[in-house]
């Protein structure tokens, strides 16, 4: 939150406290507990200035950790805040029983809030569908481990929410009033803030969710789901891919491989400067 109370993205305000320094924002599917214990993830830096991403790249090879560099902190730094809010919102349907068809339902139409948000916000597409985006979401909304899926869980069930901090109960409605600004309807971001900070019942804004009129199914905008990939590029270039097009990648070869070929959705790769699709 600004000064004047206005709501902004960490990166304005990094921006306006910092302004001579180069902004960098680090993110992805991550919990704290298993990266202290030494296991595997894929996380990304992203900074508009490459050289600042891959300064900290630099500084986690031959980790744990594989890093990615990305040249989109907006998109990054939005998606990272509103993936906490549509785990609360999962939460919630698990925890009052509404089955894993509502949950899988919340976390469709929940990319498609942050698609739709980042979007206008100037975010890139690859950003939202690489591990800054969907990654992140899909182990945010996997269980309890996560402390905004455990906040739901909680709200959903009509209990006291866990002591832990859950990062989307505090920046929800700064991302419902930033979005209402900015004229962008997030229906899911909009019930959590009614849930959290009005006090408003569940079983009623789920209500009022479902009365909606359904739109079309597809993603934000013109946006496409699967970018078109270079020329000459090939299925072992992209994470979770073997050559020929199979995930079942193990998890140290893939550690092991190196930096410099790493190409993530929404990165910028050293060499040729190209941007990497799918």
């Not at 339902?105 to 739709?116: K, M, N, Q, Y």
């Not at 980042?118 to 985006?133: H, N, Q, R, V």
Request: proline share 5%; with cysteine; charged share 25%.
């Amino acid at each position: 939150k600004a000064d004047d109370g206005s709501a902004m993205l960490l990166t304005d305000l990094a921006s306006q406290l910092l302004p001579d320094h180069p902004l960098a924002v680090f993110s992805g599917p991550s919990f704290a507990d298993e990266v202290f214990a030494g296991l595997p993830a894929a996380l990304v830096a992203a900074s508009e200035d490459l050289a600042t991403a891959n300064r900290i790249q630099d500084a986690f090879e031959g980790s744990n950790l594989r890093l990615y560099s990305n040249d989109d902190p907006v998109g990054v730094a939005l998606a990272g805040a509103m993936k906490n809010v549509i785990a609360i919102a999962a939460g919630c349907a698990v925890g009052a029983g509404f089955g894993d068809n509502a949950k899988a339902a919340i976390l469709t139409r929940g990319l498609a809030e942050i698609a739709r948000f980042a979007s206008l916000m100037g975010a890139k597409p690859d950003t939202i569908f690489g591990l800054a985006g969907v990654g992140d979401l899909a182990l945010t909304c996997a269980g309890p481990h996560s402390r905004n899926m455990a906040f739901g869980i909680a709200l959903g069930r009509g209990e006291a929410p866990p002591a832990k901090l859950a990062e989307g109960s505090r920046t929800v409605a700064q991302l419902a009033a930033l979005a209402k600004a900015k004229g962008v309807d997030l229906p899911i971001t909009n019930a959590v803030d009614n849930l959290v900070n009005d006090g408003q019942n569940l079983h009623a804004v789920v209500a009022s969710l479902l009365a909606r009129r359904a739109g079309r199914g597809g993603v934000a905008g013109r946006w496409r789901l699967l970018p078109q990939r270079d020329q000459g590029d090939d299925r072992d270039d992209h994470p979770g891919c073997d050559s020929d097009g199979d995930p079942r990648v193990a998890a140290l070869p893939l550690l092991r491989r190196r930096r410099d070929d790493a190409r993530q959705v929404g990165h910028v790769g050293r060499g040729d400067g190209k941007r990497r699709g799918t």
